[in-house]
């Protein structure tokens, strides 16, 4: 779960790169949220599970609710639109509102096919995070099972938006990303 520090991170931001290999948690419908948590965590609470699960919701609209939101780009991973996650209906209902945030005027949305093989991006999820004054240097923010990176220096930052450079080179575009979304959401 995102930490009470990553949350101000991402709403200070004038601009949120993200890595994804599962859908965004802000872009995340209710169904879609609920069962990545209850799959991912199988040891929390019912009452945990609604919890985080609001929580995911409250973060779209400090987000997207603003006067000025930042702008959103997300790299896909194929993987993340093509998992079932929570059965057929929830996916179908998650990919109907990623074209729907795809069609935001602030937001990009891009898949990474399969078809480019491996990719810096496979080694796990991250998120650079960029703000509106530049005294405030960027953030890389990684998320895993063992607790949260802030990463700051610039040797950090180099890589990690190399990483995203080469993963922009093989990503459709974003007209071509949002035709796969349809194309996988008429499937189901």
């Known amino acids: 779960m995102f930490t009470g520090s990553y949350v101000g991170l991402e ?3 004038a601009r949120i790169r993200i890595n994804a290999q599962l859908v965004p948690g802000f872009l995340q419908t209710e169904e879609y ?7 991912t965590r199988p040891t929390l609470e019912a009452g945990e599970v609604d919890r985080r699960v609001a929580a995911r919701a409250a973060r779209r609209e400090a987000l997207f609710g603003k006067e000025e939101p930042p702008e959103v780009h997300v790299v896909l991973d194929e993987s993340a639109i093509r998992r079932r996650i929570g059965g057929r209906d929830v996916m179908r209902g998650q990919l109907a509102s ?3 945030a795809g069609a935001l005027p602030n937001v990009t949305l891009q898949v990474l096919p399969f078809a480019f093989g491996a990719h ?5 999820e ?6 509106h004054e ?3 240097s960027p953030v890389v923010y990684a998320e895993g099972l063992m607790g949260d990176l802030y990463l700051e220096s610039e040797p950090e930052l180099d890589t990690y938006q190399l990483a995203w450079t080469y993963m ?4 459709l575009d974003p007209r071509e990303s949002v035709a796969m979304l349809r194309e996988l959401h008429d499937q189901l």
């Open 134 to 136: 530049p005294e405030d």
């Open 33 to 39: 949220a609920r069962a990545v948590i209850g799959r």
């Open 98 to 100: 990623l074209i729907e």
């Open 120 to 124: 810096a991006g496979v080694e796990g």
């Open 168 to 171: 922009l080179e093989g990503a």
């Open 126 to 131: 991250f998120v650079i995070l960029t703000f």
């Open 11 to 13: 709403s200070a931001a």
